[in-house]
C-alpha cells in the first residue's frame, strides 16, 4: 500500500511534456515496422514511415494491416505532412501552441 501511496504522489507532482513536433533533417528518414500474431493466429502489422523533405517540412506515412483466423482482412493508411508552428530563427516573447496565437498578436 505504501508503494502505491508514493506512486500516485509522484504521479501528482509530475509536470507536463513540453515537446512539440520533432522535425526531420532534410534527407534523413525514420521507418519502425511491428509484427503480431497471436494464439488464435490472428496478424497484424504495422509500418511507420517519415522523409524530412525540407528542414520545415516532414512527410511521413503510417500503414496497418490486420488478418484475422476467420479470414477478414482489414488495413488503414494515414498520410501526413508536419511543419513547426513559428519561425524557429524568430525569437518570440512565448511558447506559441496550436490554436494560440503569440502574445501581442492581435486581429
Same mark, same amino acid.
Given at each position: 500500500?505504501p508503494?502505491?501511496?508514493?506512486?500516485?504522489i509522484f504521479?501528482c507532482?509530475?509536470?507536463p511534456?513540453q515537446?512539440? $513536433?520533432?522535425?526531420?533533417?532534410?534527407?534523413? +528518414?525514420?521507418?519502425?515496422?511491428? !509484427?503480431t500474431?497471436?494464439? #488464435?493466429?490472428? =496478424?497484424?502489422?504495422?509500418?511507420?514511415i517519415e522523409?524530412?523533405?525540407?528542414?520545415d517540412?516532414?512527410?511521413?506515412?503510417?500503414?496497418?494491416? $490486420?488478418?484475422?483466423?476467420?479470414?477478414?482482412? +482489414?488495413?488503414?493508411?494515414?498520410? !501526413?505532412l508536419?511543419?513547426? #508552428?513559428?519561425? =524557429?530563427?524568430?525569437?518570440?516573447?512565448?511558447?506559441?501552441?496550436?490554436?494560440?496565437?503569440?502574445?501581442?498578436?492581435r486581429i
Open positions: 500500500m508503494v502505491l501511496v508514493l506512486v500516485l504521479l507532482l509530475s509536470g511534456a515537446a512539440g $513536433a520533432w522535425m526531420r533533417e532534410k534527407g534523413t +528518414s525514420f521507418v519502425s515496422s511491428t !509484427f500474431l497471436n494464439k #488464435l493466429l490472428d =496478424q497484424s502489422s504495422g509500418t511507420y522523409y524530412g523533405w525540407h528542414d517540412l516532414t512527410i511521413g506515412a503510417d500503414l496497418s494491416f $490486420a488478418n484475422s483466423h476467420l479470414g477478414l482482412q +482489414s488495413g488503414a493508411v494515414t498520410l !501526413f508536419r511543419r513547426p #508552428l513559428s519561425n =524557429q530563427t524568430r525569437r518570440t516573447n512565448g511558447p506559441m501552441k496550436s490554436g494560440q496565437a503569440p502574445p501581442g498578436f
